[in-house]
């Protein structure tokens, strides 16, 4: 988990900027190799890669809300085009599944 850093508020694609890039930096911090998508219209917002194992990763910016869950403000497709949710808020980066759980792939 990154250190809390906190956000700015301002336009909406700033701010998915900033979570990717929070998420970037927690997951090197990880040890895994990240690339970022270029392109807005990408099915996912990073590639990660450990020891042979290749995941896609979609960031979302979140807030918390009662009893420990968190609100998305976009839903997530019925297909989704990702292996790993990164879900930051508050300056802190949450992984479903659990990234923890992969590091030994």
Request: glycine content about 10%; aromatic content about 8%; charged content about 25%.
């Amino acid at each position: 988990m990154v250190d809390k850093i906190p956000q700015r508020k301002g336009h909406s694609c700033e701010k998915g900027a900033e979570s990717e890039l929070l998420a970037a930096s927690d997951l090197l911090r990880r040890g895994w190799f990240v690339f970022r998508s270029v392109s807005h219209s990408s099915p996912c917002d990073l590639v990660i890669l450990k020891h042979g194992g290749i995941f896609r990763v979609e960031v979302k910016s979140g807030s918390p809300v009662h009893a420990g869950k968190i609100s998305l403000k976009k839903q997530d497709e019925i297909e989704p085009a990702y292996d790993i949710l990164a879900v930051v808020w508050g300056g802190q980066v949450t992984y479903h599944p659990n990234i923890d759980a992969l590091d030994g792939w």
